[in-house]
């Protein structure tokens, strides 16, 4: 059998996963009239919930006399790791661009990182059905990308092909006249190259990505670049570090659609999954063991952002979770790096407290909110960026920064954006009366930018966002202007002292939810702090006022997310996450310490109610 590596690359929700469901149905990956979810990929909860990929996933689907193993990698840089690893398996790649939005900020991050593989392109213009669809200008704006991320030498005679990936449907030209993705095989059979290995040379292959079985324990995907790799078979193992060990593996497969099939046999140019290797990581390589020579390390993007992950230390602590210690906590956190190259974890003075790095805030939070639902409770602090020296010169991580608003609303994006640091790069008018944006913009000016966005046009931007290299320290950044709400006692939030503090600002709670002193229980409409009651109850006396049956109506609480929280919080304040609440407190949650802290000059002033 022949083989073909691919990986599709795109930005977020261009329909990539779409479109390799539509490949394996038209492949024949499920038995005629098979119920079959949409998405079939996408495997996590969170990937469905938030119609996102976060792990990059990998299946074999056989054409005629060719097998493609086909990689679905995720559209968002903070998951940059899973990209780069993605395409360390692969020979050639699949650029996948809406016809309506054309390419978008993830698009640049997903092309840089193929054109530096050296990995050959196909384009395909997705969505060509929209009704807003202009696929000629944008494949004119991918061409002009390619240009810009290439240079002058680079090959811009890419085939190119046409697709509705819901409707199952590609074709070379349009109008669209092929019913099925035949065409879209071709071009990818014609110009992604097979794999230059040699299957009778010196065994080296490369472990690219981790798994679990109940009964098999930990799996290792692995590229086998030389030789052949064979059931039971010894090895030399070359870790990261260069130290060199002895392996037998366990049970051999290969991918065959979305199942793995047991195997005898690997050879060069094929990808494989590896049992038996219970404390292996990605990166180290599998060699003949009378020529250990290893291959080259993954290169993964650095850190750019930070945050402190500790045990929950609220008062009310204990009452949710199952796992609530630090040991715990380092466990998880320990397990996380061995499959995520793009975190990384440091011990911190506290040996409660972890600082755990990643790309953005996005990549964090995923892990925070899968740690939330395996049962632990946590304490996150503000996020923050990581600086590093240049010449003696502090410099920080940007942001290439997209923004479209109706033109009436470019003067309330300008507000929001200019104290945050942001350059404008490019403007453009469209005929539809709205404006595209480009900034270049410190990443902590970003930190807690989205919803002041959204709040300022009224809803109506449309933001993309991926990290864009280093600059200089840019000096202060304007902090949150509004201050918050703060209990200045524990109990129970009761209706009649939620209706007196609703003119105060924006709460977060509701009559019957239980605070405690130091929790942040709203936004003040006013700049600093105001520490309230919220469990004022109204006096009871033996004569029945005139207004007693008055109906009291409270405005809605805003219900506060992971992500929600994780923006707007302050610099003495943190996050709060169990397995069914997330909470806003005061990193010193007793009022009188803060009030020291204030006199001192720690922290900014407050009022009090």
């Known amino acids: 059998m022949q083989l073909r590596n691919v990986a599709i690359i795109a930005h977020v929700d261009h329909g990539k996963t779409t479109l390799v469901d539509a490949l394996l149905r038209q492949a024949g990956a499920f038995r005629e009239g098979a119920e079959t979810e949409e998405r079939i990929l996408d495997s996590m909860d969170l990937e469905r919930e938030r119609g996102i990929t976060i792990l ?124 099925d993705l035949t065409p879209l095989i071709e071009t990818i059979l014609k110009h992604v190259p097979a794999p230059d290995a040699d299957p009778d040379g010196p065994l080296r292959a490369q472990v690219l990505n981790l798994d679990a079985s109940t009964y098999l324990g930990r799996l290792a995907l692995v590229r086998v670049h030389a030789g052949r790799l064979r059931r039971g078979q010894s090895v030399a193992r070359v870790g990261v570090d260069g130290r060199v060990s002895t392996l037998r593996l366990g049970e051999l497969f290969r991918m065959h659609f979305l199942e ?75 397990q996380e790096i061995v499959g995520n190259v793009s975190i990384q974890v440091r011990q911190t003075e506290r040996s409660d407290a972890f600082e755990v790095q990643g790309r953005g805030e996005l990549a964090l939070g995923v892990l925070i909110e899968l740690m939330r639902r395996e049962g632990f409770e946590l304490t996150i602090s503000k996020p923050r960026v990581l600086t590093k020296l240049v010449d003696g010169e502090v410099y920080e991580p940007y942001e290439r920064l997209e923004v479209e608003v109706p033109e009436d609303l470019f003067g309330a994006l300008t507000q929001v954006l200019s104290p945050r640091r942001a350059e404008l790069v490019t403007l453009e008018h469209s005929q539809s009366g709205w404006v595209h944006t480009v900034y270049w913009i410190p990443a902590r000016g970003l930190l807690g930018a989205r919803g002041e966005l959204l709040t300022q046009t009224r809803g109506q931007a449309v933001i993309h966002h991926s990290a864009d290299g280093y600059g200089p320290w840019v000096g202060p950044i304007r902090p949150r202007v509004a201050g918050s709400l703060v209990a200045d006692r524990a109990g129970v939030a009761t209706t009649y002292a939620l209706l007196s503090l609703q003119d105060r600002g924006t709460l977060f709670i509701g009559p019957g939810d239980e605070v405690y002193e130091g929790m942040v229980i709203g936004l003040n409409a006013r700049p600093g702090d105001m520490d309230v009651n ?69 922290i900014g002033g407050t009022e009090a109610s």
Request: aromatic share 2%; with cysteine; proline share 7%.
């Open 56 to 179: 990059s996933k990998a299946t074999a689907i056989p054409f005629g006399d060719v097998i493609v193993n086909l990689v679905d990698t995720p559209g968002h840089a903070d998951f940059g790791g899973e990209v780069e690893r993605a395409l360390y398996l692969a020979d050639g790649a699949v650029l996948l661009v809406d016809a309506a939005e054309g390419p978008l900020p993830q698009t640049r991050f997903v092309l840089a990182k193929a054109i530096e593989r050296g990995l050959a392109l196909v384009v395909v213009i997705n969505k060509v059905d929209r009704q807003d669809a202009r696929p000629h200008e944008v494949l004119d704006e991918v061409l002009e990308l390619l240009l810009e991320l290439g240079g002058p030498d680079v090959d811009l005679d890419v085939p190119v092909v046409y697709a509705s990936g819901r409707a199952g449907r590609a074709d070379l030209e349009l109008p669209m006249r092929s019913e």
């Open 260 to 334: 793995r099939v047991p195997t005898d046999e690997v050879i060069a140019g094929d990808i494989a999954i590896v049992a038996g290797v219970e404390d292996i990581g990605i990166g180290e390589s599998l060699c003949d063991p009378n020529d250990p020579e290893p291959l080259a390390p993954v290169h993964v993007d650095e850190p750019a952002i930070a945050m402190t992950f500790s045990v929950n230390t609220s008062p009310l602590a204990g009452r949710e979770g199952t796992k609530l210690t630090a040991r715990l906590l380092a466990q998880r956190l320990a």
């Open 534 to 602: 919220p469990t004022k109850e109204r006096k009871v006396t033996n004569m029945r006022s005139s207004t007693a049956e008055e109906l009291v109506r409270l405005t809605p609480p805003r219900r506060l997310t992971l992500d929600s929280a994780l923006e707007l919080i302050g610099d003495d304040e943190c996050v709060e996450v169990t397995p069914k609440a997330v909470r806003v407190r005061k990193v010193q949650l007793v009022g009188r310490e803060r009030a020291k802290a204030r006199r001192s000059g720690e």
